[in-house]
């Protein structure tokens, strides 16, 4: 029976060695993949398959084996699963049709192998590329052990024998055989693969040397030595040599000046080595006539089959002449960037940037990348931007190659701040691009210059205002006074008036001369404290009746009493404790006279307050009144010198005791401030250090 078995499984690899041959011719070597393909491909399997069937050895009557389970696996994991499924069909129909008691049993191992290898050419689709004989061997495995498992099928009693007598071949004969069919066919895929391979290998070259020979570039092969084996008709015409005189000759003797040969050779030679990997080179070759050209090379290696370098393969292009316009834009972007001005160009259809200098750059703060993302208007701010439309739309509309336009804008840096500018925008063809040109002057500096200028003058004419009102004043100041001296005193010794109209004469002289001795006071005060010359003489008072007395003085003066709707009220009162201070207590008692003045001087109808509170640092001293009030746009200049609430109106006084508040005030170390609304009276705050 063994010998018996061993011819039929001798058959058997025979066939199998037919159905690799298959593979190879009828469906490795056809390039389609349609169904009809397909479909012929599974009969000639299945037809195979039935070979296989019609050489088995047989165990017991009915019960054969053969290696139609290694066919149809490896069917699925290499045909696919449309072949190998009509091989299924037709190998199971022929079974079915053999009969015996092993009809299930043969049936099922068909369907379970080629559903296998289909299985698994799906579950592991990169079986091939590593450890391929392991893939193999396993599916083996994984087949028979299921053509084991079938043997349940055969007939009653039969099963054990069965196992008994294929166990061993099944997990190790059978396994190996689907390897090796396998293997059998992979290296025919691999072979097949490479010849397709060289054969576009071959027909790349030959596009390759057909595409060297059209291009309008320079184009060469050189082999590892450094001889020239191929150029294309430009490279001759550009140097103004033969064929026959560069074909075969050493590239670098031919090509290079003396100076450049060394150092390239030396480079090629560790390119062929494999040290070096360089695509792309600039050089320059003498041409026949000893004229040098600049050309940029683009290179590729070329190997063999078993990858060994066997030369490069070059494209170049003459770039003679831009690098001439390079050098000579180098120069020109060199004597802008020495330029302290900002230069902009920028291309007239698309507006982008194509250069902006080393002044431009840093003042806006991008780099050079950055700014050729952007354009003249993502840099111009505010009305600026609106003025730059404006001037290129109408450049647009008169059709103009040549305009030039100045106005001043603002530039927007990259972190958003803005600095004022002068734009000088040119438009201009070079040589046959539309092209604008802008030169920009930051002109922060002449800004400030002119508004300080513009400030000065501002000041002047306030200063040359406010002396004709002051001059206007201190005239009705003085004279309203000295009037009244005089026209009085003249009263008194022209005529003999009586005791009682002597008394109110005298009264009247002596009122007028203490308001024109107050002015006085006053311009000299304001004059000293100018000079920085008034002088404080501290020592230690009573806070409590130094204001105090500023109240009884005033409560008795003809001030007040020549406004009989007015009261001055005093929130001093038993309860508020003397405190003993260290400060100069005339000028307190004098900034304390005039603020309680000018209440009483702007109050018409109501009341004038003075309090007093103490807190732990300071004192704090305010007069309340009822009076016109201060507007809000007057409060910046309420301690200004010569200032008054309505400066088109006349008041009373020279518009410089709340000045001379001011400054007291802050010589004793204090603090004054105040809160007003017009028409509704005003508060003045005095705050002293309780030193």
């Not at 166990?167 to 691999?190: E, S």
């Not at 008394?503 to 100018?530: E, G, H, M, P, V």
Request: glycine share 6%; aromatic share 8%; charged share 25%.
């Amino acid at each position: 029976m063994k010998e018996s078995i061993l011819v039929s499984l001798i058959q058997n690899i025979a066939t199998l060695l037919a159905f690799t041959l298959i593979y190879d011719y009828s469906w490795l070597k056809t390039e389609s993949t349609t169904y009809l393909r397909k479909t012929i491909s599974g009969i000639i399997i299945g037809a195979i398959g039935i070979l296989l069937m019609l050489t088995p050895w047989t165990y017991i009557t009915g019960v054969v084996f053969d290696t139609r389970s290694i066919l149809l696996s490896v069917s699925g994991l290499f045909f696919g699963a449309i072949p190998t499924l009509i091989a299924i069909l037709i190998t199971s129909l022929f079974r079915i049709f053999l009969g015996g008691g092993g009809i299930y049993m043969g049936v099922t191992v068909i369907i379970f192998s080629g559903v296998i290898g289909i299985a698994w050419g799906y579950v592991r689709p990169n079986w091939k590329e590593k450890k391929h004989r392991a893939e193999l061997f396993s599916m083996g495995v994984l087949v028979h052990l299921m053509m084991l498992v079938s043997t349940v099928l055969l007939p009653q009693g039969h099963t054990l024998e069965t196992l008994k007598n294929i166990i061993i071949p099944a997990l190790l004969l059978y396994p190996a055989g689907t390897m090796f069919l396998g293997m059998l066919m992979l290296k025919q895929l691999q072979n097949w693969k490479n010849q397709k391979a060289q054969e576009k290998l071959l027909e790349s070259e030959r596009r390759f040397t057909e595409l060297l020979e059209d291009v309008n570039l320079l184009s060469q092969i050189i082999d590892k030595d450094g001889n020239i084996t191929f150029c294309n008709d430009h490279l001759l015409m550009v140097t103004g040599y033969k064929r026959e005189e560069v074909i075969g000759k050493n590239w670098f003797d031919l090509f290079l000046p003396p100076s450049q040969k060394e150092y390239f050779r030396n480079g090629f030679n560790r390119i062929i080595k494999g040290e070096l990997h360089q695509t792309h080179l600039e050089d320059q070759i003498l041409t026949k006539d000893g004229n040098l050209l600049t050309i940029s090379w683009y290179s590729a290696i070329l190997r063999d089959s078993d990858k060994g370098i066997t030369g490069t393969a070059s494209i170049g292009e003459n770039i003679t002449e831009k690098k001439i316009a390079e050098e000579e834009k180098l120069k020109l972007a060199n004597i802008l960037d020495a330029s302290q001005n900002e230069i902009y160009l920028s291309d007239a259809k698309t507006f982008k940037f194509k250069y902006l200098n080393h002044g431009a750059l840093k003042n806006l703060g991008y780099t050079f990348e950055e700014s050729l993302q952007l354009t003249p208007l993502d840099i111009t701010a505010d009305e600026g931007k609106d003025k730059l439309i404006k001037t290129l739309e109408s450049w647009e509309k008169r059709n103009e190659t040549v305009s030039s336009a100045t106005f001043e804008a603002k530039n927007k840096r990259a972190d958003g701040s803005t600095y004022p500018v002068e734009i000088n925008i040119q438009l201009f063809e070079y040589p046959t691009e539309s092209y604008y040109l802008a030169m920009v002057q930051d002109i922060t500096k002449r800004k400030v210059i002119d508004n300080q200028l513009l400030e000065a003058k501002r000041k002047a004419e306030e200063s040359d205002k406010l002396k004709s009102i002051f001059l206007a004043n201190m005239s009705h100041e003085i004279r309203t006074p000295l009037n009244a001296i005089v026209g009085f005193s003249n009263l008194l010794t022209d005529f003999e008036p009586s005791q009682e109209d002597k008394k109110q004469y005298t009264s009247i002289i002596n009122t007028s001369s203490d308001r024109l001795l107050q002015i006085i006071n006053d311009i000299i005060d304001i004059s000293k404290l100018d000079a920085k010359q008034m002088k404080i003489k501290k020592a230690e008072c009573n806070l409590l009746e130094v204001v105090s007395n500023s109240i009884n003085t005033f409560q008795k003066s003809e001030l007040l009493q020549s406004k009989p709707n007015v009261s001055l009220i005093s929130k001093l009162n038993d309860n508020t404790k003397p405190v003993r201070i260290h400060t100069d207590k005339n000028r307190l008692q004098q900034v304390l006279d005039n603020l309680i003045s000018n209440g009483i001087k702007y109050t018409e109808e109501g009341f004038i307050e003075v309090g007093l509170k103490i807190h732990e640092k300071h004192a704090e001293i305010y007069i309340k009144d009822t009076g016109i009030g201060i507007p809000k746009d007057k409060h910046d200049i309420v301690f200004e010198r010569f200032r008054q609430i309505d400066e088109e109106v006349f008041h009373e006084g020279a518009g410089i005791g709340l000045s001379i508040c001011k400054g007291i005030i802050d010589l004793l170390g204090g603090k004054i401030s105040f809160t007003s609304e017009s028409k509704k009276g005003s508060t003045f705050v005095i705050e002293i250090p309780l030193d």
